[in-house]
């Protein structure tokens, strides 16, 4: 069955093989006054203030994949737990805005292709990959829109994942993501190059 577009960002799904299990979050921060919005399996990096902010180079190093925050709205007077940063400033300069973030680099995520040229292949398996932003976050459930490019699959060690395995291996027949024919599959990747380990040439 041809897969259908669908976007969900980049979704854990367990540690690379031989690797302990491991599904501790990283608390990191935001600033407060941070207006770009960031959803629940967007890759991000850390700036020089060493907060994380959105991806925006593809050869810059990934922090990890943010997973949620929490801050007190001024304009609520209550503390929010949320799947995504709304991107608007608090107000509060004083405030502090703690994310929460995957950054093993050994973790494995499940992760939809761009579709702007062709499925990711069996002969892609080890190759490094680009992200792409795709059509934009989820306000209703938070889920980021984030795909990796079919368009951009290569050897180069400077790109931000490397695809470890197709969603075909391991999806009952039929199901949405799993027909390498079509594109709009799904892959399995791990961070490639991170604050916590170099990238590596593919294969």
């Not at 959803?39 to 190093?61: H, L, R, T, Y």
């Not at 829109?145 to 699959?153: E, F, Q, W």
């Not at 400077?158 to 599959?185: R, W």
Request: aromatic fraction near 12%.
């Amino acid at each position: 069955m041809a897969n259908t577009q669908f976007q969900f960002g980049f979704q854990p799904f367990g540690p690379a093989a031989g690797y302990v299990p491991n599904a501790g979050l990283r608390r990191r921060t935001i600033a407060q006054n941070y207006t770009t919005a960031l959803f629940k399996g967007d890759p991000v990096v850390s700036n020089n203030a060493g907060n994380i902010v959105a991806v925006s180079s593809q050869s810059a190093p990934l922090a990890g994949i943010f997973w949620g925050c929490e801050y007190y709205s001024t304009a609520a007077k209550i503390p929010i737990f949320s799947p995504y940063w709304p991107g608007v400033s608090l107000g509060n300069s004083g405030y502090t805005v703690t994310a929460w973030i995957i950054d093993d680099p050994n973790a494995l995520f499940l992760v939809a292709e761009l579709g702007s040229t062709a499925a990711i292949a069996a002969a892609n398996i080890m190759n490094n990959v680009q992200w792409a932003a795709g059509s934009g976050g989820n306000t209703a459930n938070g889920i980021s829109s984030y795909v990796i490019d079919d368009g951009n699959i290569s050897t180069a060690s400077t790109l931000p994942f490397k695809i470890m395995d197709l969603y075909s291996t391991v999806a009952p027949p039929g199901v949405n993501g799993s027909d390498n024919t079509t594109v709009y599959n799904w892959a399995i990747v791990k961070m490639n190059n991170t604050d916590r380990a170099a990238g590596t040439t593919g294969v």
